[in-house]
């Protein structure tokens, strides 16, 4: 039982440094976040200094994921996922996947007063597809309305906006991957 408890300790580590790169976080800001110094922070994402609850509770807060996450805890029985929503930017995104790989969300947007898009632009690829509402996507000079049922895939270095269009609230499926981990749906030929 030793060895196993050295092997979960041991994977803290490089979880840590996958999730803080993954999130284009660096050391210096994490530091200034979760008030834990950089040089502690380092030695935990090389395995020379051991994760404690003190130190693992703040970088599960930064990171929006569950302690057990952290630890690699597997789930013993109960193979439902449990949603935690994220507010940001006026949006709710409830993830439906671990981080790590391609993720997805599940997508709320409601509707907001009349102003201007503001086009932004990140690292990755993005697929999205409409549970309800209608979902107006700007893709450069591009302005697309999806219905229900209907779904886009876009490289998210590509200035793009998403947003309802009308009153009421667009919910999406969606599915981002860093880049070069893109999601196709191919059909295959006979």
Do not use: C
């Amino acid at each position: 039982m030793a060895s196993a408890n050295k092997d979960v300790l041991d994977a803290v580590g490089p979880r840590l440094r996958e999730l803080r790169r993954r999130n284009g976080i660096t050391l210096a800001a994490l530091s200034e976040r979760t008030a834990i110094n950089e040089s502690t922070l380092s030695r935990l994402e090389s395995g020379t200094r051991k994760p404690t609850l003190e130190l693992l509770l703040p970088l599960a807060e930064v990171y929006s994921v569950p302690l057990d996450h952290l630890v690699g805890a597997p789930r013993i029985g109960d193979p439902r996922i449990h949603l935690h929503p994220v507010a940001r930017d006026g949006m709710t995104y409830i993830p439906l996947t671990h981080p790590g790989g391609v993720q997805a969300y599940k997508l709320l947007i409601p509707p907001k007063p009349a102003t201007e898009p503001e086009l932004k632009t990140h690292g990755g690829f993005e697929w999205i597809y409409v549970l309800a509402g209608r979902l107006r996507l700007l893709l450069g000079e591009q302005s697309l309305l999806l219905e229900p049922g209907e779904a886009a895939e876009f490289d998210t270095h590509m200035p793009h906006w998403l947003g309802p269009d009308g009153d009421h609230t667009v919910e999406l499926l969606v599915l981002f991957g860093r880049q070069g981990e893109r999601t196709h749906l191919k059909a295959r030929t006979p």
